[in-house]
């Protein structure tokens, strides 16, 4: 402000000299000013005209030269104002919020050679409740121009940074064809240091290039956070639920909520803190998997909704469409807005949640999956079907249309083993026996 003030008086002192100067001048121009008795004589009444003609000239001129200098004088403020740095788009310490404000959550979004990135980044915008809370940064990879014009597009409402190294990576021979998993992951710890090491911020959702988003996308994240932060059993919150099929949710309880075993990703919320436990020992390739290691997780859950707030429209990609036919293109994308932030989140506190969850899953009735088959939809009453080992929940998660696979021992969706779904509009836990110990990772 003190600047603006000295600038404007500089600029006010210069005018009024410039006035004085030209006064000093024109009556010190050879002559001097006309007389008024010069018309008297015959000789000044012949000259009068030709000077009064010249004086204008100069006084002309002279005004010109002052508009001109006055034009100046305010595209030099105007310049300095401009000057006056504005919160940058990403800041270089993201600043720690008060108190009474809500926290700073950038949105980052990994790209590589997706123009229909266009997709994801429209429904990001179009949802976001705020852009100074939820900075979107997108990062990209691979140096595809027609991606990164598409990025440059949506201009300040993104940042746009690209991982410098686009060099290939020496993998073993066997792994070859897996170049791209390499790449990834690669890409991610040089992505997810630019969001916690750089730009220091505390938390950040992560979300692909290829995922979109529901309408309180941003609600249900903003709500979960200071559960993860305060919890020290939980390490993340995702926007996926891995069985979503629209046949196997219930969506008239889009604000039901639970706790997972198994890391789920596609649109999930880190903090500052695991980054640091994570960084020094990050994989080359395989990232996701990697996260689902009993060394990883150390017995630590995430949240994972009942419909999920993320799906997934990239068929293609170095995955080269695992799992997408059978089960992505089926999971049901949340269309209700759930006001998570006015709802109490406390059950999901690891305590109270198996208190309650446990008692839930095995007071329902054990049935047979013949029976559940037959009898559905006469009885909307939760049932539980109860496996006894690896093979037994292959084939009774592959009957039901669950996912069936593994990662050291955690099956999809699942906590302390129990998977919870919904079948022909019915409750049913896929669960282990009541003593169940702790997941056996040779179930791989």
Sequence with gaps: MLKKTSLALGGAALFLAWNGLLLLFLWGRPGGLPSPQSPQSPEGSRLLPAQLLQLAQDAEAELRLQRDLLLQIQKFSRFQHQKTPKPPQIPTTAAAAAPEELPVIPVLVLACDRSSVRRCLDGILRYRPSAR???????????????????????????????????????PPEHRKFQGYYRISRHYRWA?????????????IVVEDDLEVAPDFFEYFQAVLPLLQRDPSLWCVSAWNDNGKEAMVDAGRAELL?????????????????????????????WDDW????????????????????????RKGVSHGQFFDQYLKFIKLNDRFVPFTQLDLSYLKKDEYERFFLQQVYSAPEVKIEELQKDAGRDSGAVRLQYRGRDSFKALAKALGL??????????????????????????????????????PSWS
Excluded: N
């Design 133 to 171: 809370r939820f900075p979107v940064i997108v990062s990209q990879d691979c140096g595809h121009a027609e991606t990164a014009r598409v990025i440059a597009s949506y201009g300040p409402a993104v940042a746009h940074i690209r991982q410098p190294d686009l060099s290939d990576i020496a993998v």
């Design 258 to 286: 639970y706790r997972t075993d198994f890391f789920p990703g596609l649109g999930w919320l880190l903090l500052a803190e695991l980054w640091d436990e994570l960084e020094p020992k990050w994989p080359a390739a395989f």
């Design 192 to 204: 997810l240091g630019q969001v916690f090491r750089t730009f220091r911020y505390r938390a950040a």
């Design 291 to 314: 996260m689902r290691q009993p060394e990883q997780r150390r017995g630590r859950s995430c949240v994972r909704p009942e419909v999920s707030r993320t799906v997934t429209f990239g």
């Design 403 to 440: 996912m069936d696979d593994l990662k050291s021992g955690v099956p999809r969706a699942g906590y302390r083993g129990i998977v919870s779904f919904v079948c022909r509009g019915r409750r049913v836990f896929l669960a282990p026996p009541s003593d169940w110990t702790g997941y056996d």
